[in-house]
């Protein structure tokens, strides 16, 4: 069966900066595929160009045999994305945030309150639908924000870093979540995170960038043995291939701010 996703030498640059170097890589049907690296490595820049919100400089990306350059629109049709910023109105019920969303999606009429309320059982948010998400927790804005991108019942879901600012019991929970939707959906998963433990627990394979090129790619096992060092964390991996220390997420101001920055840069 073909791959969900196929990248051959894939570039983005801006101006005279190149953020995504000429990078190839390919992600199986039904798999959870981690992308690391540093800041700046050029990962938010790559799952953007995935899922058509830039145009590759160079290079063919395609999802689910779409060309991404060519077809934007039928690859959106295909995908689910839950960015790093809040992607639901907290003015409006947890209800009425998914309605929207089918809408949005384009889900049939006949079809919206069914999938709705799918998706409620699925997140065991039924209890909370007529309350407004604003009273929600950090936890159960990502479980919604995951349920309106699977509204459209897509073939492929991006996540960018999904858990940064969670608690642990959050986090854990969301992956939950995640795992079932691959194993009752056959949902392949692409997801970017700063988490070493979520990449080593969840992800089928790990690609590792660092400015602008994919450094390493496979198990994390692998990945660990080719540092060859005996005993080696996923860190250990990471620093490794990148000559970072690895950065975990700072406070609510600090991510605030680099989500900021990232929107206005693109």
Do not use: C
């Not at 309605?99 to 709705?116: N, T």
């Not at 604003?134 to 073939?155: D, V």
């Not at 870093?161 to 056959?186: C, I, M, Y």
């Amino acid at each position: 069966m073909p791959n969900i996703i196929d990248v051959t030498n894939l570039t983005k640059r801006f101006g005279d900066f190149t953020a995504v170097d000429s990078i190839s890589f390919s992600v199986e049907r039904g798999e959870i595929f981690a992308f690391l690296g540093p800041n700046g490595a050029g990962k938010s820049t790559t799952i953007k160009m995935l899922i058509t919100l830039l145009k590759p400089t160079g290079g063919h990306a395609s999802v689910d045999g779409i060309d991404v350059g060519t077809h934007p629109g039928d690859v959106r049709n295909v995908i689910g994305y839950v960015p790093q910023s809040i992607s639901v109105d907290g003015t409006l019920t947890a209800y009425e945030n998914l309605m929207l969303m089918a809408r949005l999606y384009e889900v049939p009429r006949s079809e919206r309150k069914q999938r709705v309320q799918e998706v409620l059982d699925f997140l065991n948010l039924q209890e909370h639908a007529k309350s407004l998400v604003r009273t929600f927790s950090g936890g159960m804005i990502r479980k919604m924000e995951i349920g309106q991108a699977m509204l459209h019942r897509p073939r492929v879901l991006f996540l960018d870093e999904p858990t940064t600012g969670l608690d642990p019991v959050a986090r854990q929970n969301v992956w939950q979540h995640l795992l079932e939707l691959r194993k009752s959906f056959g949902v392949s998963i692409f997801f970017s995170t700063h988490y070493m433990e979520e990449a080593e627990s969840a992800a089928d394979r790990v690609a590792i960038m660092n400015q602008g090129k994919l450094a390493v790619i496979g198990t994390a096992g692998e990945l660990k043995v080719k540092t060859g060092k005996p005993g080696a964390s996923l860190e250990d991996a990471f620093i490794y291939f990148t000559g970072n220390q690895l950065e975990t997420a700072g406070n609510f101001r600090e991510i605030r701010r680099a989500r900021r920055t990232e929107g206005r840069l693109g």
